[in-house]
């Protein structure tokens, strides 16, 4: 089977999409690791798929799937492509759209400086929404990771996330305390971890140990999910210029029961066909 895709990334977190709307696919988890492969496939963090919805006053469906097979709930960074894609490939005319993901719906925009927009919805804190194991909804939960006890904040930005505060991103063990929280018992899912350095309060630096794909040059989701642990911590003020290894990001959050806004680049690097 031969199959088309474009690759594209957002501040190099990277993407093989597909076009599920003008050709019918159902790949395995072996074919969607393949895609993923930097040796042998088109080689990306993850794989997303747009897909035609059934729902009313909605424009696509968006899977995302990681780079081990696994399907997953959200992606900000390739939210952002997702709305480049489709209005690049003429799937859409409209600059913003409505789409369904595994956790709720999404509106991406495409600004007229190229940038996109993503309303991200609301974050949410509640242990059992991230999912994690505990029996009270505090700011700052404390976690157990390799003989060391860590001040963590959880957050679902429609998937799970972990942040801590570091005092520098660059030196911290990210590459060995990124897969012991990733998997640690207390998150039935997994989660994303993530490493954040106050700069001031309206910056941060920011690296993400990426559920099921490592760490990535970007985490749109981690991006935002970092913003808001840090303002609902009383650190930082919205907007929040949020400088990954991949570029920055401009996270602003309004507080409980406001929608977090999500504003970066999306480019297509080249698109292609490969062999199945």
């Known amino acids: 089977m031969k199959l088309k895709f474009s690759k594209m990334h957002g501040l190099g977190n990277d993407f093989v999409v597909l076009d599920g709307v003008r050709q019918q696919l159902s790949l395995s988890p072996e074919q969607l690791v393949y895609l993923a492969d930097r040796h042998f496939g088109v080689g990306c963090d993850q794989i997303l798929l747009v897909e035609k919805t059934a729902q009313d006053g909605i424009d696509f ?9 696994g399907e997953v709930e959200q992606c900000g960074n390739g939210a952002r492509c997702f709305v480049r894609f489709v ?5 859409t005319e409209k600059r913003q759209i409505r789409v369904e993901t595994l956790k709720g719906i999404i509106e991406p925009r495409l600004e007229a400086d190229g940038n996109v927009t993503v309303d991200m919805g609301e974050p949410r804190f509640l242990p059992a929404e991230i999912p994690f194991m505990a029996d009270d909804d505090v700011i700052i939960h404390l976690l157990d990771v390799a003989d060391e006890t860590l001040e963590t904040s959880v957050v679902s930005m429609g998937n799970p996330h972990a942040v801590q505060v570091v005092d520098n991103v660059d030196t911290h063990p990210v590459g ?16 994303n971890a993530g490493f954040m350095q106050i700069v001031d309060r309206h910056a941060i630096k920011l690296r993400v140990y990426e559920r099921g794909s490592g760490e990535t ?26 400088t990954t290894r991949g570029g920055d990001l401009s996270i602003a ?9 999500m504003t970066g680049p999306a480019v297509t690097v080249f698109t292609g066909e490969i062999e199945l």
Request: hydrophobic share 35%; glycine share 14%.
């Open 176 to 191: 060995r305390h990124g897969p012991l929280i990733e998997r640690h018992e207390r998150f039935p899912k997994r989660v």
């Open 253 to 261: 959050w309004g507080g409980p029961s406001r929608p977090v806004l």
């Open 217 to 242: 040059m970007a985490c749109g989701t981690g991006a935002c999910a970092a913003a808001v642990a840090g303002i609902r911590r009383g650190l930082l003020d919205s907007p929040v210029r949020v």
């Open 61 to 69: 469906r968006y899977r995302i799937f990681n780079a081990d097979g």
């Open 87 to 91: 209005h690049d490939e003429g799937l």
